[in-house]
């Protein structure tokens, strides 16, 4: 059950987060909202979460407190080969039929976390033995993120579903970790960004296939429309979105619907076409 909050929802606050990330903190969701930002301004001297958004209106969004804010108010749970039926999708068609251009092929993780998602792909594309170059992208939100997925270090709880086989491989161990390889991180690249302005930082047609699973799941419905806009603007003809049961199209005039595997990942393409 929701814990409820004494103070009044911070109406003002809210509005501003959702249009700045696209996560929408509905007053059920108020409590989360109250335990995200409250350490955040005591850390920075502000009476109240009133006086934060006046502070986050008057900030640009690339200046002190957004980024700590971004921090703060996402989510960043991932781990490697999530949701096998995904990986599998990814596996079987998406990477060899890719592999069949002949060309480089250029892949986005789209709200990457702490990147093992991004390295999950990578592991992926050394198996499939792909005659040409696939780079993969990694972008999300939070700067910390971005910062964890460069390090490439992960604990045993991110590798659960790592067997001792793709260990040896793709890992070195360190202390009590696992650090990834050097040759999993050819053509992987890391970028702090916003999936709202996507088009704005990449350009147009630009990738063949774009993950996004476990991200927009508490966006405002316009943010999810922005978001999807912008895969549309950034994927080639004939590219593929997959995405997870939290972000499924309801229904699309510029994506075509593929498949669907297990009722937990979707594949479209854009333009029906490949
Ligand atoms: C729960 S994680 C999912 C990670 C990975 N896709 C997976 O399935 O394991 C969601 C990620 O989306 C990121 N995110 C949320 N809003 C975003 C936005 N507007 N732009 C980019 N990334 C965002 C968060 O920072 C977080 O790391």
């Keep these: ?29 108020q409590y989360l909202l109250e335990s995200r930002l409250f350490p955040l301004i005591r850390n920075f001297g502000l009476p109240s979460l009133e006086s934060l958004a006046t502070l ?20 960043g749970e991932s781990f490697f080969f999530r949701d096998l ?10 990477i060899p039929e890719l592999g069949q251009t002949g060309r480089t092929v250029t892949f986005l993780s789209a709200g990457c976390s702490s990147g093992e998602e991004v390295y999950t792909l990578a592991i992926l594309r050394e198996r499939a033995k792909l005659s040409q170059p696939v780079e993969i992208d990694g972008t999300d939100l939070s700067f910390r993120n971005i910062e964890l997925s460069r390090k490439g270090l992960y604990s045993e709880r991110s590798l659960r579903f790592v067997d001792v086989r793709s260990r040896l491989a793709y890992f070195e161990p360190e202390e009590n970790a696992f650090r990834i390889r050097e040759s999993v991180r050819q053509g992987v690249r890391f970028r702090q960004g916003n999936l709202l302005s996507l088009d704005r930082d990449v350009p147009p047609e630009f990738y063949d296939a774009i993950v996004c699973r476990n991200v927009v799941i508490y966006f405002s419905t316009e943010a999810r429309k922005r978001v999807i806009k912008n895969f549309y603007l950034s ?28 009722g937990s990942v979707f594949l479209y393409r854009k333009d029906g076409k490949s």
């Design 56 to 75: 986050l209106e008057r900030t640009p969004s690339d200046a002190s407190p957004w980024p700590e804010v971004f921090d703060a108010v996402t989510t």
């Design 1 to 29: 059950m929701n814990k409820v909050s004494a103070s009044p929802f911070p109406h003002r606050l809210s509005r501003i987060l959702s249009e700045h990330t696209g996560i929408y903190h509905g007053e059920e969701r």
């Design 235 to 262: 994927l080639k003809r004939g590219g593929v979105l997959i995405l997870g049961s939290g972000e499924i199209l309801p229904e699309s005039d510029e994506f075509q619907f593929v498949s669907e595997v297990h």
């Design 85 to 94: 039926p995904g990986i599998n999708l990814l596996f079987n068609t998406v």
